[in-house]
């Protein structure tokens, strides 16, 4: 039973595979260069998000896994109180950054069965809670790995014909890699372990291009030493933020912004952009109770702060106001705090975006 408990908690158990190969990666075609940025908020006609939790609005309700949040308490302040799959109390990031693009209030799972054809023309997630760079990361979880992910905006790409170029990409990983990184000693340094998710996502996007894709953001790894499961396994007996998993996200974020840059220098027409939710989601904590918050250390469901996935029900204690924690669960943010996140990202990233 407590294997089971740590590995809901974020703190997964197993034999750790090999490393992944690279995505196969095809030469990205020239593009036209694009035209110079105008200013104003710019209007995007769709999103299309890959990645783990933080972007999954459902997926995971459709394959075999226990990493699920289709059940109360989680999905509380949705709209019509409807635990969706969504792992928070309400709308999680991709739904406040579609909505703050002009793309729709909420952006749906691929895999949901009565999709139409405008909802998918305007964007769905590909993410899949528990998923990662590593697809050992994927594996213990049964998480949707990246190659799946991909297969399946291939399938989504030939229902929809032609993709409009100015839709946007967003790429979310790194978070579980990172804890799985550290649960299992992994015997990889973390400066080889940083190359490999460096590696996998420059390879990635890469792909995504020679597909099509014109603008593709992928965020850093937030701070994952102060998510309230790692401060109680790391963080000492004053639950501090565990400093060794925000050193390797640190180093991640480092290598693959730089990366990222050279890329871009070498594919005209493509925008790449780095959004740094390390320093973002850090301000958040840091000026919590300046921006509304009571509570930036604590989970606001469940009990010792390692409640996630099954151990956050209908039976666990809930707090009376989420919206003024920051944490939702031990490993997720309340959809108060995604909604002050994004309107950071929108503000520094999206704004003035060609």
């Not at 809901?8 to 090999?18: N, P, Q, S």
């Not at 309340?334 to 704004?351: C, L, N, T």
């Amino acid at each position: 039973m407590i294997p089971a408990l740590l590995v809901l908690a974020g703190v997964i158990t197993g034999v750790r595979a090999a490393a992944p190969p690279p995505v196969p990666v095809p030469v990205p075609p020239k593009v036209p260069t694009a035209p110079p940025a105008t200013a104003g908020p710019l209007k995007y006609p769709a999103i299309l998000a890959f990645g783990d939790s933080i972007i999954d609005t459902g997926n995971n309700n459709y394959i075999r896994t226990i990493v699920r949040a289709n059940f109360p308490p989680y999905g509380r302040d949705f709209p019509g109180h409807k635990a969706t799959g969504r792992f928070t109390d309400g709308r999680i990031s991709v739904d406040f950054l579609a909505a703050a693009l002009g793309v729709k209030e909420n952006v749906p799972p691929y895999l949901k069965k009565d999709l139409t054809l405008d909802d998918l023309k305007t964007g769905v997630s590909f993410a899949s809670a528990g998923s990662g760079y590593d697809n050992a990361t994927c594996k213990t979880m049964s998480a949707l790995s990246m190659e799946q992910q991909l297969k399946m905006f291939l399938e989504y790409k030939a229902k929809v014909g032609t993709i409009p170029d100015k839709a946007l990409y967003l790429l979310v990983w790194g978070s579980n890699d990172i804890v799985e990184h550290f649960t299992f000693g992994d015997p990889m340094s973390v400066e080889q372990y940083s190359d490999l998710m460096v590696q996998r996502a420059i390879s990635y996007i890469q792909t995504l291009v020679s597909l099509g894709a014109k603008r593709i953001a992928l965020t850093g790894v937030p701070p994952v030493g102060c998510l309230p499961s790692q401060r109680i396994l790391s963080g000492g007996i004053r639950r501090q933020c565990a400093a060794d998993r925000n050193q390797l996200a640190s180093m991640f974020n480092n290598k693959v912004r730089e990366k990222m840059a050279m890329l871009g220098a070498k594919l005209p027409g493509v925008t790449l952009t780095f959004i740094d939710l390390y320093a973002i989601f850090e301000d958040v904590i840091h000026r919590h109770e300046a921006l509304g918050f009571k509570n930036a250390k604590d989970s606001c469901c469940g009990l010792l702060g390692l409640a996630v996935a099954v151990l956050c029900n209908f039976a666990s204690p809930v707090c009376a106001e989420p919206a003024k924690y920051v944490f939702w669960d031990s490993y997720h943010p309340s959809s108060s705090a995604y909604k002050v996140i994004i309107d950071m990202v929108v503000e520094k990233y999206f704004r003035y975006m060609n």
